[in-house]
């Protein structure tokens, strides 16, 4: 049986203890992760916690729906049992009608089959770190090994980042006009970062020259995993490489740990070139929509 309940109903303890048997390699379920991205989620549950699915949702214009939050790459069903997971269409089903817009992620172990919804897959780049890291060196795309000694020629060093409330505003300072600029972004940002460093999980990362910093990144790192989340560079690091910098001493520093370095997307074409050229392959992991929404809204949202 599956059932819907708020999220002052959900036994924490129960639910983490579900995601962490799930076997997943993913923070982004754990309850401590969603109390941040998204207060007050809600949740549907199979049996006794034997499957769960968080769902994530606000409102607006008087209507309930159902998104996907900041840094939160994918959800969907989590459970120590492979059935739940692949037949995904029973959760789908079950999420309540007051939600009349829903547009979410699910995880890549997750097969969606719901004539309810629209499905569309999004693309992930990942790279097994199970080698010494001069054979994964030696896979990256030459112009990727050009840029990595491009880099180390002008001198920039690899460190600890700032903690997260100068990580946040650099990243806000620097961040390409095409990504999405949002208080809200960067407050969660500063937020999930934050409860990363206080439970051991995450840490920022930088690339200096003569100690300014040229670029910062933000890691999750979970026992198969290590998730790359967030970054940001200067002009003058973009100059000088600075990114290609900070992703190689990440290589260097987990090569041979058999982790998998998690690139979290991406799908714009620039992204995509830079995650492929380290040697990453190409993963996917569905979405789905779903809008029931009054017709003078649903044009709006389609």
Not at 46 to 51: E, G, K, N, T, V
Not at 164 to 179: G, K, T
Not at 227 to 252: P, R
Request: proline fraction near 5%; include cysteine; charged fraction near 20%.
């Amino acid at each position: 049986m599956i059932r819907f309940l708020a999220h002052n109903e959900i036994d924490v303890v129960k639910w983490d203890h579900c995601i962490s048997e799930s076997g997943t390699t993913l923070p982004y379920a754990y309850s401590w992760w969603l109390d941040t991205v998204n207060p007050g989620w809600n949740a549907l549950i199979m049996d006794d916690y034997l499957a769960v699915m968080p769902l994530t949702g606000s409102k607006k214009l008087g209507f309930n729906y159902l998104f996907q939050p900041w840094f939160t790459q994918q959800l969907g069903i989590f459970s120590p049992r492979e059935e739940p997971k692949t037949e995904a269409g029973r959760f789908l089903q079950a999420i309540p009608g007051i939600y009349r817009f829903v547009d979410i992620q699910l995880n890549a172990e997750n097969i969606p089959s719901s004539d309810l919804y629209r499905v569309n897959y999004r693309t992930n780049f990942e790279l097994k770190l199970d080698k010494d890291y001069m054979s994964i060196y030696s896979s990256y795309h030459r112009n990727c090994r050009r840029n990595v000694q491009k880099a180390k020629a002008a001198g920039l060093k690899a460190d600890r980042g700032p903690g997260a409330s100068l990580f946040s505003r650099f990243v806000a300072r620097n961040i390409e006009d095409r990504l999405p600029h949002s208080k809200d972004l960067f407050t969660v940002l500063e937020k999930l970062l934050g409860t990363c460093e206080m439970n051991g999980t995450g840490k920022s990362l930088g690339i200096y020259r003569n100690q300014v910093l040229l670029a910062a990144g933000w890691i999750v790192e979970m026992p198969e995993r290590v998730l790359f989340m967030a970054c940001a560079s200067t002009m003058e690091g973009k100059q000088n490489q600075a990114m290609y910098a900070l992703v190689d001493h990440i290589i260097s520093t987990y090569a041979g740990t058999g982790k998998i370095l998690d690139f979290t997307g991406s799908t714009m074409p620039g992204v995509a070139y830079f995650n492929a050229g380290f040697g990453a392959i190409k993963t996917a992991y569905p979405s789905v929509k779903r809008n029931t929404l009054p017709w003078y809204l649903k044009m709006l949202k389609k």
